[in-house]
């Protein structure tokens, strides 16, 4: 009877020592490769740096509903403002590099990254720290003032600036924001008395605008776009050519080369994404920015609809950090 036992035996010893050698190869291959086959299995999270309302919220939730269809999973928005947008940025470097956690940052972070000092956190740097996906959008940046400032465009502002007995108050996004390094930029290259007012976002901005308690600042076109065509803010400048915005001439145009950047919003994922991950999203954010609501919604506000490839945004990435930099340095701009 024990005779007829021993091949049942044998079997099963050879089974148990054949899933033993099958797990212990499974233990070498990284664990991110696990599941890549059916990203996303869960929600995923998209960090806007900024407080709500504003152009890169409004954005970003566009693709967000859009991805959500494509990708047949949730794709949610949260704000995690402060800082010029580097708080935000700081939870998605340390996220987990899963595709799960994604960063909608703007041109903005041209400046934090190259900044010359973080104050009360780590710095992080865009490449080599995330993963650039795609260019959701370009939006140019647009130079603003108050309507009962004397001046038809930025050139004018310069000359009402050194005639003013006390310094005029220009608003940024923040320490560290695209417009203090063009409002430190617009100090150092005409000697005009400009003094800094950092808010948490565009909303507070063109708010203290409108009243007039600042009379200078600027930001992405979107935010302001219908208070300049109903003559709530006048239009000083813009960086480049906006095609909602033709008649308002460019900074270069003005005799202020220095302050022409490309404004954009663009995806990122922590370093060490899984390339194939890296592919699907950017997949479905190219379909997006293609779609005929999303483009219809973003030519209204001023935006041009991307959905550039991984290679087209950084390229234009280490374009604006090599221009950007330096000038961060020379002027020694801080991120609090």
């Known amino acids: 009877m024990n005779e007829t036992r021993l091949p049942r035996y044998a079997s099963m010893r050879r089974w148990i020592v054949g899933a033993a050698a099958l797990a212990g190869m499974m233990a070498l291959v990284p664990a991110s490769t696990y599941g890549q086959d059916r990203f996303p299995a869960k929600t995923i999270r998209i960090i806007v740096p900024f407080p709500a309302g504003a152009t890169t919220d409004m954005l970003a939730r566009l693709f967000a509903q859009r991805m959500t269809e494509g990708l047949g999973q949730s794709v949610v928005v949260e704000n995690v403002g402060g800082a010029g947008g580097s708080i935000g940025a700081d939870q998605v470097a340390k996220a987990s590099p899963d595709g799960y956690t994604l960063l909608f940052h703007n041109i903005t972070f041209t400046t934090t990254t190259s900044s010359l000092q973080f104050v009360g956190r780590s710095k992080h740097d865009i490449e080599q720290d995330f993963v650039a996906i795609s260019v959701g959008a370009y939006v140019p940046l647009l130079l603003l ?69 600042i009379q200078f600042g600027g930001d992405q076109l979107s935010s302001s776009l219908e208070r300049v065509r109903t003559g709530q803010l006048k239009a000083l400048a813009v960086a480049t050519r906006a095609a909602a915005l033709p008649d308002v001439p460019t900074v270069a145009q003005l005799g202020f080369p220095n302050l022409e950047l490309r404004g954009w919003n663009g995806f990122f994922a922590p370093k060490g994404t899984p390339e194939p991950v890296v592919a699907r999203l950017h997949q479905e954010i190219a379909a997006a920015a293609k779609h005929p609501d999303v483009q219809k919604r973003m030519t209204d506000v001023g935006a041009e609809p991307s959905g550039s490839s991984q290679a087209e945004m950084r390229a234009m990435l280490h374009e604006q950090i090599a221009k950007v930099r330096p000038v961060v340095e020379e002027l020694k701009l801080v991120v609090q």
């Open 145 to 213: 003032a108050h309507p009962s400032v004397p001046v038809r465009d930025l050139k004018e502002f310069v000359e009402y600036a050194k005639q003013a007995k006390e310094p005029l108050f220009y608003g940024s996004t923040g320490p560290g924001s695209i417009m203090n390094l063009m409002g430190e930029v617009l100090k150092r290259d005409t000697g005009i008395k400009l003094e800094h007012v950092p808010f948490r976002g565009a909303a507070p901005l063109v708010t203290e605008l409108l009243s007039g308690r």
